[in-house]
C-alpha cells in the first residue's frame, strides 16, 4: 500500500483530457513537499514529467500540467495522444518516514 | 549529455548477494545525489535510498536498512548498490537515478533487472 494514493487507471479518447489524481497527507504533501511526475513506458525508465508541482522539463509539452492543494495533487493531460498511453507515477518526500515516497502509479490507457 | 548506464541483469539464488554498478558522466560527479528506485514485476515504483557522491553519505528506505549498501568511486565515477540475503520479493527491475536541485529525478540509469530463483 503506497503513502501516495493513485487510481489504478484512467483512460480517454484521443484528443480528450483526463486528470490523475494523487493524495498524501499532513506528513509528505500536506507538509509543503514538492510534488513531482514521472512517465514510465513499460520496459524503459521513468521520465521526468513534471517537477516543483507545477514545473515541465525542456521538451515536454504543455498538454501535461499539474497542480498542487493542501494534501494532494494531480496531473492533467490534455489533448490525449496514443503516445501517452504509460503509467504515471506522483512522487514527494513523507516527514514521517525520512523518505521519498512514490504513488501507486495510473496506468492510462489511450482508446 | 548526462548518462547513467547500469549493468545487465543478473540471476542470483536465494540468500545470495548482487551488486549494481551505476556509471555517471555528462556532468560533474559530486554534484548530485544518485538514488536507486526499483519495481518488482506488475508492482510500482519504491524508493530504495540514496547516496552522496561527494562524501559518501547514505540514507537508506527503514525496509532497507541494513540489508543494503550503497558506495561510489569517484575515480570512475561509479556508485554501487548491494543487496544481502536476496529473497524471490526481491526480483525486480532496479534503476539508479540522478537527484536535481529540487529533490526530484532527471535523469535514470536504463535499469537492471536481478531475478532470484533457485
Known amino acids: 500500500q503506497s503513502v501516495l494514493t493513485q487510481p489504478p487507471s484512467v483512460s480517454g479518447a484521443p484528443g480528450q483530457s483526463v486528470t490523475i489524481p494523487c493524495t498524501g497527507s499532513s506528513s509528505n504533501i500536506g507538509a509543503g513537499y514538492d510534488v513531482h511526475w514521472y512517465q514510465m513506458v513499460p520496459g524503459t525508465a521513468p521520465k521526468l514529467l513534471i517537477y516543483g508541482n507545477t514545473n515541465r522539463p525542456s521538451g515536454v509539452p504543455d498538454r501535461f500540467s499539474a497542480s498542487k492543494s493542501d494534501t494532494s495533487a494531480s496531473l492533467a493531460i490534455t489533448g490525449l495522444q496514443a503516445e501517452d498511453e504509460a503509467d504515471y507515477y506522483c512522487q514527494s518526500y513523507d516527514i514521517s518516514l525520512s523518505a521519498w515516497v512514490f504513488g501507486g502509479g495510473t496506468k492510462l490507457t489511450v482508446l | 549529455q548526462v548518462q547513467l548506464v547500469q549493468s545487465g541483469a543478473e540471476v542470483r539464488k536465494p540468500g545470495a548477494s548482487v551488486q549494481i554498478p551505476c556509471k555517471a558522466s555528462g556532468y560533474n560527479f559530486p554534484d548530485y545525489y544518485i538514488h536507486w528506485v526499483r519495481q518488482a514485476p506488475g508492482q510500482g515504483l519504491e524508493w530504495m535510498g540514496l547516496?552522496?557522491?561527494?562524501?559518501?553519505?547514505?540514507h537508506y528506505a527503514q525496509k532497507f536498512q541494513g540489508r543494503v549498501t550503497m558506495t561510489r568511486d569517484t575515480a570512475t565515477s561509479t556508485v554501487y548498490m548491494e543487496v544481502r540475503s536476496l529473497t524471490s520479493e526481491d526480483t525486480a527491475v532496479y534503476f539508479c537515478?540522478?537527484?536535481?536541485?529540487?529533490?526530484?529525478?532527471?535523469?535514470w540509469g536504463q535499469g537492471t533487472l536481478v531475478t532470484v530463483s533457485s
Open positions: 537515478a540522478r537527484e536535481t536541485s529540487m529533490s526530484s529525478c532527471d535523469h
Open positions: 547516496i552522496d557522491p561527494s562524501g559518501g553519505d547514505t
